[in-house]
Nanobody, 113 residues
């Protein structure tokens, strides 16, 4: 069993920045990533990163968000810049591999003036 603990969410004005962190309870050899669920919407992939650092982003965050990973700390980060009201959602950390997957409990990000 793996526990994923997210931190760093909050309220920010449009154009602002936030950094999310997700610490895993043990070493993750698979892919780690961030998903989000906006009110009334389905959960969607925001970005993910393999253990060797290959990244993938959904189109709406390219150029604004950066995902990174520290394997020594079992932690994945999401640096979010130029935030827009449309980025408001609960953000979930995910870790997955062949035949397994784990989710964090989520952290709220609200972009509003």
């Amino acid at each position: 069993q793996v526990q994923l603990v997210e931190s760093g969410g909050g309220l920010v004005q449009p154009g602002g920045s936030l950094r999310l962190s997700c610490a895993a309870s043990r070493n993750i050899f698979g892919t780690m990533g961030w998903y989000r669920r906006a009110p009334g919407e389905q959960r969607e992939l925001v970005a993910d990163i393999t253990r060797d650092g290959t990244t993938n982003y959904t189109d709406s965050v390219k150029g604004r968000f950066t995902i990174s990973r520290d394997n020594a700390k079992n932690t994945v980060y999401l640096e979010m810049n130029s935030l827009e009201p449309e980025d408001t959602a609960v953000y979930y950390c995910n870790a997955r591999g062949l035949g397994w997957g784990y989710w964090g409990q989520g952290t709220q990000v609200t972009v509003s003036s």
